[in-house]
């Protein structure tokens, strides 16, 4: 089978590699049908180092079952399923809890030593806690929506709850990629009155407003914290969702919050500390966040999507067939595009 693999920074390259097999009796393999690009696929793209061997590439897919091991239960040769960018076994103390990306059977797809979505077919562990069956044919319109629900939909809706979004309140969305449009519809979606978007590229804004931002403010650092400020009668907002992961990204997050509030972080981060304690101290602000359990969200946002009430799909703004991927992590990179989708 072909599938993606990198082999250091901005060399993406299509190998062919032995077919996916069940290895574990828990295992599926999905034929991929619809997969996509991440932007936390764009950090090792800016910085990995040389590898021989290379890093299987992808963690977002919807696809059909091919064959399940001798103990999977809950999908069968033949599903439609939608893969959270996380496996998990769906039973443990953390599963059970809603936290599936700290499962202790768990782990992620597309890192290294795993196998990766950007590919014809794909082994997933851990079947019956992982896959979530689909109700729709494979060429349903909606593909593309339900296709974030592998992740960036899922990752805005944690960022959301995270920062503690609710009726009446004021969101600010710090990062215009994928994962902040998302949360621009999740803070939507749970009530945000004033929902305020950071970011800098025409084409982002305007699919943020149409997603329901209310500002835009695309300052950067001090310049936009004053924005913020003004925006909110001095205080900052109750909720921050911080969809990007850089240490000024952070730093902003934290002076836009207002005592009381809370940042809900998404962006995996690219620094060691979090700035500003004395802030997020004497201000009373929560920071909360980390991995999204996508898969935990997937019931709760999956008729939404299926209803047409969110359109999370409109972020692509890309298609390409397998050949192209390594195009695509290019126009990513060089923010051409906003997401790239892979249909095989
Ligand atoms: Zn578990």
């Known amino acids: 089978m072909r599938a993606t693999v990198m082999f250091g920074a901005g060399d993406v390259r299509i190998e062919t590699l032995p077919d996916a097999r069940t290895i574990e009796p828990t295992d599926a393999v999905v034929v991929v049908s619809r997969a996509c690009i991440c932007g936390s696929d764009l950090w090792p793209y800016k910085t990995m180092e040389h590898s021989e061997a290379g890093r299987r590439m992808g963690h977002e897919a919807i696809g059909v079952i091919e064959s399940v091991g001798a103990d999977v239960r809950s999908v069968k040769v033949g599903d439609l399923v939608v893969m959270p960018f996380a496996y998990s076994d769906g039973t443990c103390t953390f599963c059970r809890a809603g936290l599936q990306t700290s499962c202790i059977h768990g782990g992620f797809f597309g890192v290294v030593g795993m196998e990766g979505a950007q590919a014809e077919a ?164 929560t920071i909360g966040g980390g991995p999204a359990p996508a898969r935990a969200y997937i019931e709760e946002l999956l008729p939404d999507v299926l209803e047409g009430r969110i359109e999370p799909g409109r972020v692509f703004d890309r298609v390409t067939d397998l050949d192209g991927v390594p195009d695509g992590y290019r126009a990513m990179d060089e923010r051409e595009a906003i997401k790239v989708m892979i249909a095989f």
């Open 122 to 285: 794909v082994r997933v562990p851990q079947a019956d806690g992982t896959l979530v069956v689909l109700p729709v044919g494979e060429d349903d319109a909606l593909m593309p929506s339900l296709l974030t629900l592998s992740d960036v939909m899922g990752t805005g809706h944690h960022a959301a709850l995270a920062a503690d979004v609710g009726t009446g309140k004021t969101a600010a969305v710090v990062g215009d990629g994928a994962v902040g449009l998302c949360g621009v519809i999740a803070a939507k979606r749970l009530g945000a009155e004033q929902i305020i978007l950071l970011g800098r590229h025409p084409d982002r804004i305007a699919l943020a407003t149409q997603f329901g931002a209310t500002d835009v403010v695309s300052e950067r650092g001090e310049k936009a914290v004053e924005r913020v400020r003004e925006l909110t009668n001095g205080f900052g907002a109750h909720s921050v969702l911080e969809c990007v992961g850089h240490d000024l990204s952070m730093a902003t997050a934290v002076a836009i919050a207002r005592p009381g509030g809370a940042v809900g972080r998404v962006g995996v981060p690219q620094h060691e500390q979090i700035p500003t304690t004395r802030k997020t101290f004497f201000d009373n602000v």
